[in-house]
């Protein structure tokens, strides 16, 4: 079965400085991996996902995810953070070929970012 | 791009009654939803799987006759919490593939049973 761990509960950044999010799984086989971010009271907006491909992915709003199979991580960055950027970020894995299956969760980080 | 609409995006019911919601997609066929519960300040906790045309897939835990789900047409899937208690206040959120194996999420609806 699918796992994905985010390490941290809270990551706190100046604005301006460069932000990482971590997060890495547990999969069979190459795994599908999604970045969403969820802003108080809202639902969850996709980020960037890896599929196939190059390793680093790029995303909505500057953000972007590295692919590292040797270490299972798909850790989130962005080189400069906003303030509106504050909010949880979720990472989520799906087993390859797995048809219609959802999401596998971790559970989650909040992201602070501070002026 | 794809969009998944759910309504209501707020309801408040008394306890004892039920509640519907709707979860759309709105430019893309669906043939899976998928249902999912918030706590407060914790991660997505899946509930179902909604398969267009049969029965939905409960997870372990999950009463299927007290989360009474329908997928009856490509674009919709529709949660009804049964019955409801005030435990049952949560934050439900609907998701559903789409295109180029992408999960979309609607914006979720808040259920307070008082």
């Known amino acids: 079965a699918q796992s994905v761990a985010q390490p941290e509960d809270q990551v706190n950044v100046a604005e301006g400085n460069p932000l990482t999010v971590k997060c890495t799984y547990s999969?069979?086989?190459?795994?599908?991996l999604f970045w969403y971010v969820q802003y108080p009271n809202r639902g969850l907006q996709f980020l960037l996902k890896?599929?196939?491909?190059?390793?680093l992915v790029k995303g909505s709003y500057g953000f972007e995810a590295e692919f590292n199979k040797s270490q299972t991580s798909f850790h989130l960055k962005k080189p400069s953070a906003l303030v509106s950027d504050s909010a949880l970020y979720f990472c989520?894995?799906?087993?390859?070929?797995?048809?219609?299956?959802?999401?596998?969760f971790g559970k989650g980080t909040r992201l602070s970012v501070i002026a | 791009g794809a969009v998944v609409s759910q309504h209501p995006s707020w309801v408040i019911c008394k306890s004892g009654t039920s509640v519907k919601i709707e979860c759309r997609s709105l430019d893309f066929q669906a043939t899976t939803m998928f249902w999912y519960r918030q706590f407060p300040k914790q991660s997505l906790m899946l509930m179902a799987t909604s398969n267009e045309g049969s029965k939905a897939t409960y997870e372990q835990g999950v009463e299927k006759d007290k989360f009474l789900i329908n997928h009856a047409s490509l674009t919709l899937s529709t949660l009804t919490v049964t019955s409801a208690h005030p435990e049952d206040s949560s934050f439900y959120i609907c998701?559903?593939?789409?295109?180029?194996?992408?999960?979309?999420f609607g914006e979720g609806s808040w259920l307070t049973v008082v």
């Open positions: 890896y599929i196939t491909g190059d390793n």
């Open positions: 999969v069979s086989g190459n795994p599908y």
């Open positions: 989520a894995v799906r087993a390859p070929n797995s048809g219609n299956t959802p999401l596998v």
């Open positions: 998701s559903a593939s789409g295109r180029r194996n992408t999960i979309y």
